[in-house]
């Protein structure tokens, strides 16, 4: 198994920015006030970047990758997690793998999301859904100390994993 690209954020071109940033100060958004030691310029270009992801947003929830769960609406995910729309979408996960753990040769009885887009959520886009067994899934979302990881470092650990199976699949 090789674990597809979460599809990148969009990225304002210079004419998007550029747009942005007159209606913004035509509202009187941005600062226009100097700060000491800050660079103007960057700080308007970054709150106008900001500002563009906000409208981009509220246009297309499924633009923007959503990488954890608590930054969904409190209380979603877990009455989410409870619903048949899940549960279906959990046994369809595993089922492609014949219920076998992306990351070791053991049975998959947990689902890992790398992104909860709400397309992902509803079942559209499964590319960001890996079945995993529990101890693996632990791995994934828990360092040795047992604080959770940053989305970069279950990344990083997800595809170390997934890459020595892999490995050890082609030595046998």
């Not at 550029?18 to 941005?30: I, K, N, P, T």
């Not at 793998?97 to 049975?107: D, G, I, L, P, V």
């Not at 890992?112 to 995993?132: A, F, K, M, Q, W």
Request: charged share 35%.
């Amino acid at each position: 198994m090789t674990l597809p690209r979460i599809r990148p954020d969009p990225k304002p071109s210079e004419e998007e920015l550029q747009s942005e940033m007159a209606r913004l100060r035509r509202e009187g958004g941005l600062p226009v006030y100097a700060v000491p030691g800050v660079d103007l310029t960057e700080l308007q270009r970054n709150m106008t970047t900001l500002f563009w992801q906000a409208r981009k947003k509220r246009e297309d929830l499924d633009a923007f990758a959503v990488r954890f769960a608590t930054d969904l609406p409190q209380g979603y995910y877990n009455e989410y997690r409870q619903s048949p729309q899940w549960r279906a979408i959990r046994r369809t996960v595993r089922a492609r793998t014949r219920y076998e753990c992306a990351c070791c040769f053991k049975r998959a009885t947990e689902v890992h999301h790398r992104d909860y887009r709400p397309r992902v959520l509803r079942g559209e886009d499964l590319s960001p859904l890996v079945p995993l067994c529990h101890e693996c899934h632990e791995k994934i979302e828990r360092d040795v100390t047992g604080k959770k990881r940053s989305w970069n470092d279950k990344e990083r650990v997800l595809a170390d994993l997934v890459t020595r199976k892999e490995r050890s699949r082609h030595r046998a």
